[in-house]
């Protein structure tokens, strides 16, 4: 059986679009949620000093792949307003996300201490 993989998304939120940003991300989530169902959780942090953290929760690999997909769509608008500087892989990614992760140089931790 898949194990749930979480991911964590750092970004700086670029000059000015943090009003922009903020408005596109429930966007997201309410598209996250009306359309994911191996989405388990999706929350996007931002600090006061224009960082942003998101950290996403799904049933196994496969779900991640299906959220890449539907994604897709958003990414132009996010990419205007925030620059993208970390991404994390917690849990084992498989099948076409552990490639997708080694070719985009994603940090895996796959490694879950404490937990069988």
């Known amino acids: 059986m898949s194990e749930a993989i979480t991911l964590l998304v750092e970004s700086r939120i670029l000059e000015g679009q943090r009003a922009e940003l903020e408005a596109l991300l429930v966007e997201v989530a309410t598209h996250v949620a009306a359309n994911e169902p191996g989405n388990e959780a999706y929350d996007w942090y931002c600090s006061s000093d224009d960082r942003c953290v998101v950290i996403e929760r799904y049933a196994d690999s496969e779900a991640v ?6 994604y897709q769509k958003f990414v132009p608008r996010l990419d205007a307003c925030r ?16 490639q997708v992760a080694e070719a985009r140089g994603f940090e895996v931790y796959d490694t879950r201490i404490g937990k069988e």
């Open 83 to 98: 620059e993208q500087q970390r991404i994390a892989v917690l849990g084992k990614p498989e099948g076409a996300l552990a």
């Open 65 to 70: 792949l299906a959220h890449v997909a539907g």
